[in-house]
């Protein structure tokens, strides 16, 4: 069984060599939605979720959604 590697929104975005301001573009979204996904804030909706695992080059199972303490 090959096991999978989870990362945070940030770190997708990060490791698919992708600033902020790209994701906002490709997703239509503002800066602070983005930064409030990456903190855990809010949720993004499934819609996005599925647009940032195709833009991130990832499966979206890989993406770990969580909420900062």
């Known amino acids: 069984m090959t096991e999978s590697i989870r990362i945070s929104l940030k770190a997708a975005r990060v490791n698919a060599g992708l ?3 790209d994701v906002c573009k490709s997703l239509h ?3 602070a ?3 409030n996904w990456e903190k855990g804030y ?3 909706s499934a819609e996005k ?3 940032m695992s195709e833009l991130y080059r990832i499966p979206l199972e890989n993406i ?3 909420k900062e303490s």
Do not use: R
Request: aromatic share 12%.
């Open 49 to 51: 979720a599925i647009a």
């Open 64 to 66: 770990i959604f969580y």
């Open 19 to 21: 600033k902020m301001e």
């Open 33 to 35: 939605t983005v930064l």
């Open 42 to 44: 809010t949720m993004p």
């Open 29 to 31: 979204v503002s800066k």
